[in-house]
C-alpha cells in the first residue's frame, strides 16, 4: 500500500513537472496517480464515476496539446511551410536544447516556415506568435488538468 501511495506522488510530480517540460505527458501522469491511489486504498476514495471524467479530461487535454498549437498557427495565419516548420523546429528544438528547445524550436520553425514561401518578416513573426501562444495555451490547459488531479489525490490521501 505505501509503495503504490509513494509511486503515485511520484507519478504526481512527474505529472506537473510534464506540463511545463514538453515531451513529457504531464496529465496522463497525474490520473495515473490517481488510479494508484484507488487500488492501494481499496478503490474507496474515488468513484468510478469521478475516475471516469478524470480520464476523458485527461484524453481530451492531452489531444488538445497537440491540436491547439497548430490552431494558434492558423489563427494567427500560418501557412502550410508554417506549421510544418512549427512540427520540425519542435522535434529539432527538443533533440538539440531539451527541455525547452521544443518551444523555441517550434517558434523559429514556423518563422522560418514563413520565410522560405515568401512571407515577409512581420507575417513570419506573427505566424510564430501565434504557436508561441498556442503552446503556452496547450501548457496552461495541461497545469490546470494535473492541478485538479493533484487536488484530489492530496485530498483522498489524508
Given at each position: 500500500?505505501?509503495?503504490?501511495?509513494?509511486?503515485?506522488?511520484?507519478c504526481l510530480l512527474i505529472g506537473i513537472?510534464?506540463?511545463?517540460?514538453?515531451?513529457?505527458?504531464?496529465?496522463?501522469?497525474?490520473?495515473?496517480?490517481?488510479?494508484?491511489?484507488?487500488?492501494?486504498?481499496?478503490?474507496?476514495?474515488?468513484?468510478?464515476?469521478?475516475?471516469?471524467v478524470m480520464a476523458v479530461i485527461t484524453i481530451v487535454?492531452?489531444?488538445?496539446?497537440?491540436?491547439?498549437?497548430?490552431?494558434?498557427?492558423?489563427?494567427?495565419?500560418?501557412?502550410?511551410?508554417?506549421?510544418?516548420?512549427?512540427?520540425?523546429?519542435?522535434?529539432?528544438?527538443?533533440?538539440?536544447?531539451?527541455?525547452?528547445?521544443?518551444?523555441?524550436?517550434?517558434?523559429?520553425?514556423?518563422?522560418?516556415?514563413?520565410?522560405?514561401?515568401?512571407?515577409?518578416?512581420?507575417?513570419?513573426?506573427?505566424?510564430?506568435?501565434?504557436?508561441?501562444?498556442?503552446?503556452?495555451?496547450?501548457?496552461?490547459?495541461?497545469?490546470?488538468?494535473?492541478?485538479?488531479?493533484?487536488?484530489?489525490?492530496?485530498?483522498?490521501?489524508?
Open positions: 500500500m505505501i509503495v503504490l501511495i509513494i509511486l503515485g506522488v511520484i513537472l510534464g506540463c511545463v517540460i514538453p515531451g513529457i505527458a504531464g496529465p496522463p501522469f497525474s490520473f495515473l496517480a490517481l488510479i494508484l491511489l484507488s487500488i492501494a486504498k481499496g478503490w474507496e476514495p474515488f468513484s468510478v464515476q469521478f475516475l471516469i487535454v492531452t489531444a488538445l496539446d497537440y491540436i491547439v498549437p497548430a490552431a494558434g498557427a492558423k489563427k494567427f495565419g500560418a501557412s502550410r511551410a508554417g506549421f510544418w516548420g512549427a512540427v520540425l523546429g519542435l522535434f529539432g528544438g527538443l533533440i538539440l536544447f531539451p527541455p525547452f528547445g521544443m518551444i523555441i524550436g517550434a517558434f523559429l520553425g514556423a518563422i522560418i516556415g514563413e520565410l522560405i514561401v515568401g512571407k515577409e518578416g512581420s507575417q513570419a513573426l506573427k505566424a510564430g506568435w501565434g504557436v508561441f501562444i498556442g503552446v503556452m495555451f496547450g501548457m496552461l490547459l495541461k497545469l490546470i488538468a494535473s492541478g485538479i488531479m493533484t487536488f484530489y489525490f492530496i485530498k483522498a490521501l489524508f
